[in-house]
């Protein structure tokens, strides 16, 4: 499987897992982000857009992918969900990522509790 296909495969697994319908909603554009630095770019307006960087994505393992591509249609949820006056990475983005990052494995859920609780 090339990368451009696992990104694919990527971006359609977690679309439909979260039931964002990508031939309506979101366009994904190939032509690296508006910032070389970047992996990912989600623009909800005036149509939704995930831009994610190819070249950058095809020189990281695949769980940077998912990664990437977990993290910008988060945003799209939390916009969905929020409207518009949701902080970027707002508490509402950070809770939303997170749970969509434990939920498919790609960060372990950490319980701290405090010494006189053990």
């Given at each position: 499987?090339?990368?451009?296909d696992?990104?694919?495969?990527?971006?359609?697994?977690?679309?439909?897992k979260?039931?964002?319908?990508?031939?309506?909603?979101?366009?994904?554009?190939w032509?690296?982000?508006?910032n070389?630095?970047?992996?990912g770019?989600?623009?909800s307006?005036?149509?939704?857009?995930i831009?994610?960087?190819y070249p950058?994505?095809?020189?990281?393992p695949e769980?940077?992918?998912?990664?990437t591509?977990?993290h910008?249609?988060?945003?799209?949820?939390?916009?969905?969900?929020?409207?518009?006056?949701?902080?970027?990475h707002?508490?509402e983005?950070k809770?939303?990522?997170?749970?969509?990052?434990?939920?498919?494995?790609l960060?372990q859920k950490?319980?701290?509790?405090?010494?006189?609780?053990?």
């Amino acid at each position: 499987m090339t990368t451009r296909d696992y990104i694919c495969a990527s971006y359609n697994k977690f679309s439909d897992k979260y039931n964002i319908d990508i031939a309506w909603v979101i366009r994904m554009e190939w032509n690296g982000p508006r910032n070389k630095n970047w992996l990912g770019f989600y623009l909800s307006k005036p149509k939704p857009l995930i831009e994610l960087n190819y070249p950058a994505l095809s020189k990281l393992p695949e769980k940077e992918t998912d990664i990437t591509v977990i993290h910008e249609l988060a945003h799209h949820l939390t916009v969905k969900k929020f409207g518009e006056k949701a902080r970027i990475h707002g508490k509402e983005f950070k809770k939303i990522y997170t749970d969509m990052l434990i939920e498919n494995e790609l960060l372990q859920k950490t319980i701290t509790r405090r010494p006189h609780e053990l």
